[in-house]
């Protein structure tokens, strides 16, 4: 394989996904295609942005025309498909531009693909991101496998699991070599605040109120950034055409006692007094359609490919502390302008 699209790549895993690939493979012309939203961010890139084997191009996947002359004129040889709108609760107040990108920019890229591939799909690859989300919400018991009857209850996990479909029906109509996998939470360097962790070491840096969906009881399987990206690596290499691969840290925590566990950390870093920042803990209404836990099996991605987490939970949160604190201005810098306006909205202060 030579050129390699990957969509999102600006974004939070995306950067991690690009960064592996254009360091690991120096032989691979790696082309980044992101459109830069709020959640894009070429910070994230700088430390790679001149090697020559990468390409930055801006652009929409959503304009069928745009992506359609981009494959003619590359003629990529795989796609690694991660560009998304990524926040539930931004889908929760904006559907219609979940169902744009991850829906109708996802078709966009099949078709993209399907056309200049369709004479010989022989090495070529159509790689889609996906989330555990698409699942539904489980009780306290069970976990997720590549074989649960999807049930998504918000409009984000509701349009990747229609993203999802298209990929499956492309392959099953048109034998596009499609791989799909399903990942729960990630965290670690790079990820926008307005997810949990990155929101919330930023409130506890400046000393701001900790919104606590409902009372916190909900549960999610959070795995480190680099373990995700190494997953992606090995599936988009050596996993089976048409198949699907769930993506899981097997460290299931209860939002609440993450939180503690995140003002421990902070308390100390910041040289507060053992506990001060547990003050500010608000609990919240409760978000709509909220899926109380996930759990993944990723029995098949271990037993296929050989795949575990690699880092542990105490050392990637460490690591993923130390890392916003010492990237002040990156975060500086996202959380000004319109992420002030969004903040007020969706929280009020
Ligand atoms: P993110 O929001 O940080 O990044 C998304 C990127 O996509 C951004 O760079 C953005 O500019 C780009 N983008 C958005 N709309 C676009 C469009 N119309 N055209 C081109 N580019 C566009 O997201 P993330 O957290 O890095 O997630 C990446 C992928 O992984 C998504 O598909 C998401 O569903 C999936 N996923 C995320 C997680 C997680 O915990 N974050 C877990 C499992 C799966
Ligand atoms: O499971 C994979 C998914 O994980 C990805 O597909 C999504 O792209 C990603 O955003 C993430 O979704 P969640 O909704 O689980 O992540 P988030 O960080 O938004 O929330 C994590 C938990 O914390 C969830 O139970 C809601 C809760 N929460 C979140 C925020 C932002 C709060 O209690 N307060 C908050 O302010």
Known sequence: MKKILITGGAGFIGSHVVRLFATKYPDYQIYNLDKLTYAGNLE??????????????????????FINQLFETERFDGVVHLAAESHVDRSITNPMEFIFTNVVGTVNLLNAAKNIWKDNYEGKRFYHISTDEVYGALGDTGSFKETTPYSPHSPYSASKASSDHFV??????????TVISNCSNNYGPNQ???????????????NKSLPVYGKGINVRDWLYVEDHARAIDLIFHKGATGSTY????????KNIDLIKKLIEILDRKLGRPE??????????????????????????????????????????????????????????????????????KMYGE
């Open 168 to 177: 499956r029906a492309y392959h099953d109509t048109y034998g596009l070599p």
């Open 275 to 344: 506990g001060t920042s547990l003050q500010l803990i608000t609990y919240v209404t409760d978000r709509a359609g909220h899926d109380l836990r996930y759990a993944i099996d990723a029995t098949k991605l271990r037993t296929e490919l050989g795949w575990e987490p690699t880092i542990k939970f105490a050392e990637g949160f460490e690591k993923t502390v130390d890392w916003y604190l010492a990237n002040e201005k990156w975060l500086d810098n996202v959380t000004s302008g319109s992420y002030q306006d969004y903040y007020r």
């Open 246 to 253: 769930n993506i899981g840290g097997n460290n299931e925590w």
């Open 192 to 206: 926008f605040p307005e997810k949990l962790i990155p929101l919330f070491i930023n409130n506890i840096k400046h």
């Open 44 to 65: 994230n890139l700088s430390d790679i942005d001149k090697n020559s084997n990468y390409h930055f191009v801006k652009g929409d996947i959503v304009d069928a025309e």
